[in-house]
């Protein structure tokens, strides 16, 4: 199984500990492949619309095609993020922010409707809720049509600091969601995202766009019509 792993902390703390300890269920060390953030795309949106004309135009493309190209090739997208002032990490919402015009408001993948993803949040003892909602938000947006949460109150500042029982609790959740993971089939999109693609065909069909691009990106793909995204990908 392929799985990337995109990490909104430079750090190996506990959030990418977990992390590592789920892909590390799941694939092998060479089909995992791992980002971290700020130092993989070191940028703030800089709300220039580039992206939307034209996604090569954003000025950060070169590092964020890297990243992208990666998430298409990938079976399972994993991605962590410390609790930071009930939020996730300033870095992962920059990423998430850069990601702006792959909502299907905008140009959005075909591949993004056939992604599994994991969101994993770690906190001192406050609700991961919030922290993993936001990053949620932006997969469900981007059209992703599996995302499982997992957070959890380590009362530690790192790993090290975590208690073994502690320890052994996340091993024993990792484990159950690597089963669930391995054992499901393709995900299919669900009711919700066929009601919001179809919600923004007539908004784009009726001309409210951004720009006119996306209306022709739509309109090549058959999607202003029956075509769907997730009848298209492979
Ligand atoms: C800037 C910052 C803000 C934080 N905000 C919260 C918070 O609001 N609630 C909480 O319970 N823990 C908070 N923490 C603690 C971390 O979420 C917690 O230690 C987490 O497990 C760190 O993950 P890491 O080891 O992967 O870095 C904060 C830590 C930092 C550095």
Not at 127 to 139: D, E, F, Q, R
Not at 145 to 166: C, E, F, L, R, S
């Amino acid at each position: 199984m392929n799985i990337v792993v995109i990490n909104g902390q430079n750090h190996k703390g506990s959030t990418y500990h977990i992390g590592r300890m789920l892909a590390d269920m799941l694939a092998k060390k060479d089909e995992i492949t791992e980002f971290f953030l700020p130092r993989d795309l070191n940028h703030f949106c800089l709300g220039c619309y580039s992206c939307i004309e034209d996604e090569t135009k954003c000025p950060f493309w070169n590092e964020k095609k890297v990243i992208l190209d990666a998430m298409e090739r990938a079976d399972l997208l994993i991605f962590t993020s410390p609790n930071y002032c009930l939020a996730p990490s300033g870095a992962m919402k920059s990423f998430l922010d850069l990601m702006f015009d792959c909502w299907m408001v905008h140009r959005p993948r075909e591949w993004m409707f056939q992604k599994r993803a994991v969101i994993l949040s770690t906190s001192a003892g406050a609700s991961n809720g919030g922290a993993m909602k936001i990053v949620k938000n932006s997969l469900f947006g981007w059209g992703v049509p599996y995302i499982k949460t997992y957070g959890i109150a380590v009362q530690a500042m790192n790993w090290d600091m975590v208690k073994n029982k502690k320890k052994a609790k996340i091993e024993k959740d990792m484990t159950g969601i690597a089963k669930k993971l391995r054992c499901e089939k393709a995900p299919r999109v669900g009711v919700k995202t066929r009601l919001m693609f179809r919600m923004m065909g007539m908004m784009h069909a009726a001309g409210w766009d951004s720009s006119p691009t996306e209306k022709q990106y739509w309109a090549e793909r058959g999607w202003l019509g029956k075509g769907r995204p997730w009848k298209q990908s492979k």
